[in-house]
């Protein structure tokens, strides 16, 4: 398949998907207000690439939003839950090729389509909109009330992926009576800020690490210029310019997960000195940006031959297809609200998160990442944080083969032993 047939691909698969759901796409248009699409009238979740034994349920009245979701190991009552959060630019699809495994071990496996993504809906589509529901403690609301309108008090264990990963550490660290245990899946847990000690008599206030923004200050005077992709994230013309990719969308999300993933053979992780403009340079455009470019156009020189197509098992085209036409559909603007308030330096998310200065995820916790996935090194110090001090039982480590940023749909098969593994071993230890 050529380029020039994939960028036709993804123009049919937006228009179609746009006209599905009674959206334009036309540039520009000023979309707002709450996302109540009506989902009984689209077509089948996942366009029919979804295993049999896995169902989709839209479960209403969940923290303000009717939150759609795949789910597997339902047929039999009583059975305790497992609670998997996707990251970026990802959905519950994302867990698909694991959720028939931990069923097969007796889990009530869920898997939702986080606020601002997918078919859940009751969320503000607008960039303008209020980004409070969006941060962190409220997303951990959100999994809190989903697994309580599931009729569970607790989950076995929750797992977070990327932009799902603090989510589920979040939610372990505040509620451990809830969620029993974490696997933190490519982005280190760092642990709370720290609010400063003993300053009254005398002490130094600790220096705070660069923000975003002074990061970014610094990566504009390297030759060539580049930026910081999470400050990009949340410009207003994030969405504009992934959403009208000029290669198409499908094309968009076809490179961009070939760029990040063990496919593309550039991607060497490894730990960086500091977070300097000078160290985090190292890291390939899909982190740290030429300055001039979108997202679009990071990804474009990177879109796969139609031979690396063709062998990509991991990925069909029916499956990037469900990508493009789901986002086709809502945009990107939700699902980039949490780059504006859950990570770098914004002042309100650190006061909340300094409520648990100090405090630390102690229950059972594991990491699972690919060898060739950039997210575990991306903010330098994070993964000896988290090992030393943010988890405190931490019991796994585990940097996979064969797999880049996207680990669970790359290395299913690993992934679920690792998890199944887990979780029996809690299970005995209980």
Known sequence: MTAANLSRRGFLVTASAAAMGGMTLARGLARAGQVRTNTASLPPYGNSTIPAGIR???????????????????????????????GFPELAYSWRKVMLPLASAGYHVIAPDQRGYGRTTGWDDSYDADPDPFRILNMVRDAIGLVYALGHRSVAMVVGHDAGAPVASWAALIRPDIFRSVTIMSSPFEG??????????????????????????????????????????????????????????????????????????????????????????QIPTYYVMERDKGMAQTVAPFMPSAAEIAACKWLTDAEVDVYASEYAR????????GYRVRRGSDPKSLAE?????????????????????????????????????????????????????????????QVSRLLMEFLRSERSSR
């Open 192 to 281: 709370p800020p720290a609010v400063p000690f003993d300053t009254a008599n005398g002490a130094a206030a600790p220096r705070p690490a660069p923000t975003d923004d002074e990061l970014d200050a610094e990566l504009a005077k390297l030759n060539p210029p580049r930026k910081y992709y999470q400050n990009y994230q949340r410009t207003r013309g994030a969405n504009d310019n992934m959403l009208h990719a000029p290669q198409g969308l499908h094309a968009f999300f076809r490179a961009y997960y070939h760029y990040k993933s063990a496919d593309w053979k550039g991607n060497k992780p490894h730990p960086l000195k500091a977070r300097t403009a000078a160290e985090m340079a």
């Open 353 to 413: 998160m300094r409520t648990f200065s100090g405090r630390s995820i102690d229950v059972p916790s594991m990491f699972v990442g690919g060898k060739s996935d950039w997210g575990t090194y991306q903010t330098p110090g994070a993964v000896d944080r988290m090992r030393t001090s943010a988890c405190t039982r931490m019991v796994g480590f585990h940097l996979l083969d064969g797999a880049g940023h996207w680990v669970q749909q790359e290395q299913p098969e």
């Open 330 to 337: 809502t945009q990107f603007t939700g699902a980039l609200q």
């Open 56 to 86: 989709s349920r839209a479960v209403a009245n969940v923290n303000g939003m009717t939150v759609h979701m795949l789910e597997a190991g339902y047929e039999t009552s009583g059975r305790p839950a497992v609670l998997l959060l996707h």
